[in-house]
């Protein structure tokens, strides 16, 4: 299976900052990457796929980049509605594997 | 609009089944694959189960290959999840999942959820 290594856990963050989370693949997985946004008590929703493409309707302070092994997913100007945990998905070969989240707070 | 809706969930004992359902509407689930994705309490998101839009091919995570299967019933427009001989480690919520891409793929973006069905094994 391939692991999906995500950074930080959790973040300390405040309204109006830039924000970077890292995912890393065990393998080369090209562009194969999702993230989602997943607040309390609620299903995840999709923000950005094949690692840079902003899903339909998701505000465009969301961006993604990277391929191969390395990836990251940045929130441009943070707004209070952000504050959720995000999670990057591999799906260049099934299992789809998941990073174990980053979880953002208020500082 | 495209809307999921996960049914069957409950408390059970361990060893014991659970058959779990996905309604979908706003779309024409034939040309989809479906797949369910769980979340232990306080915990990340597991990958569970995929079918293929016409339910021919179908995958499994290791840790429920054997005692899960996944089916759908596309002229009623859902897909269940049959959960057998459960164990507690099983806890947690399930959603299914579309596919965000039509027809042959079996892996992408999950691009449309349920809210989830609660499943609590315990004795």
């Known amino acids: 299976d391939i692991q999906m290594t995500q950074s930080p856990s959790s973040l300390s963050v405040s309204v109006g900052d830039r924000v970077t989370i890292t995912c890393r693949a065990s393998?080369?997985?090209?562009?194969?990457l999702n993230w989602y946004q997943q607040k309390p008590g609620k299903a995840p929703d999709l923000l950005i796929y094949?690692?840079?493409l902003l899903e339909t309707g998701v505000p465009s302070r969301f961006s993604g980049s990277g391929s191969g092994t390395d990836f990251t997913f940045t929130i441009n100007s943070l707004r209070p509605e952000d504050i959720a945990t995000y999670y990057c998905?591999?799906?260049?070969?099934?299992?789809?594997?998941f990073g174990q989240g980053t979880k953002l707070e208020i500082k | 609009q495209v809307q999921l809706v996960e049914s069957g969930g409950g408390a059970v004992q361990p060893g014991r089944s659970l058959r779990l359902s996905c309604l979908a509407s706003?779309?024409?689930?034939?040309?989809?694959?479906m797949h369910w994705v769980r979340q232990a309490p306080g915990k990340g998101l597991e990958w569970v189960a995929a079918?293929?839009?016409?339910?021919?091919?179908?995958h499994y995570a290791e840790s429920v290959k054997g005692r899960f299967t996944i089916s759908r019933d596309n002229s009623k427009n859902r897909v269940f999840l049959q959960m057998n001989s459960l164990k507690v480690e099983d806890t947690g919520i399930y959603y299914c999942?579309?596919?965000?891409?039509?027809?042959?793929?079996?892996?992408?973006?999950?691009?449309?959820w349920g809210q989830g069905t609660q499943v609590a094994v315990s004795s």
């Open positions: 079918m293929s839009y016409d339910g021919t091919t179908d």
């Open positions: 998905q591999q799906y260049d070969h099934l299992p789809l594997t």
């Open positions: 999942a579309r596919l965000g891409s039509i027809v042959a793929a079996m892996r992408g973006r999950l691009d449309s």
């Open positions: 094949d690692a840079s």
């Open positions: 393998q080369d997985i090209s562009n194969s």
């Open positions: 706003g779309f024409p689930l034939r040309n989809y694959a």
